[in-house]
């Protein structure tokens, strides 16, 4: 197994890279990759952000169960890499920002302070894990825990009802454009 000092660099070294893409999609320096259509990334942000949820949901309820904290490093472990994908999509959406509706920027200017947060609350759970393994009952732990499951909560929650709205609009304006027609 890896000691104390090893798991703690892996954790540092993981916010520092959610951290850095964080920042990489603010600074815009994103001239390098191409931009994808923004309604897409933001369907691939709702997969993940559900996916993301399931398991922030699943580690919430080890936190009443005797679990041994392997258990809770496999779950969190899981986790940290759906945050970490999750910054994928987000780069990818503040490189296509520019060409974004409306709709989509909302999107974005949303879901960014959420992944940080979350993000944040992540590297917080491996933390005190690495630290005090094996008190997984703790009450600064099970808050950690419960926190990080209510904010993928409304991660998910919000994505989701950007996808349909944006869904929505586009049927509503093709509707439009046949009444305006005559088709």
């Known amino acids: 197994m890896y000691s104390k ?32 259509d923004p309604a897409s990334l933001l369907a691939q942000a709702r997969t993940s952000a559900s996916q993301l949820n399931q398991d922030a949901t699943t580690m919430q309820s080890f936190a009443g169960n005797r679990l041994s904290w392997k258990s809770h490093a496999h779950q969190i472990n899981l986790i940290k890499g759906h945050v970490n994908r ?55 732990y099970q808050s950690y825990v419960s926190e990080n499951a209510r904010l993928t909560s409304e991660l998910s929650g919000a994505i989701s009802n950007f996808v349909e709205y944006d869904k929505t609009k586009t049927r509503m ?3 439009e454009q046949k009444l305006n027609t005559g088709e």
């Open 173 to 175: 304006d093709q509707l």
């Open 5 to 36: 000092q090893q798991k703690s660099a892996s954790t540092r070294f993981t916010l520092l890279s959610v951290l850095a893409a964080f920042v990489f999609c603010l600074t815009g320096a994103s001239s390098v990759a191409r931009a994808a």
């Open 86 to 140: 999750m910054g994928e999509v987000l780069s990818q959406l503040h490189e296509a920002r520019g060409d974004a509706s409306q709709v989509h920027q909302q999107a974005i200017d949303r879901i960014s302070p959420l992944l940080q947060e979350i993000a944040s609350n992540t590297t917080a759970v491996i933390d005190h894990l690495n630290e005090n393994q094996g008190h997984t009952w703790s009450p600064t």
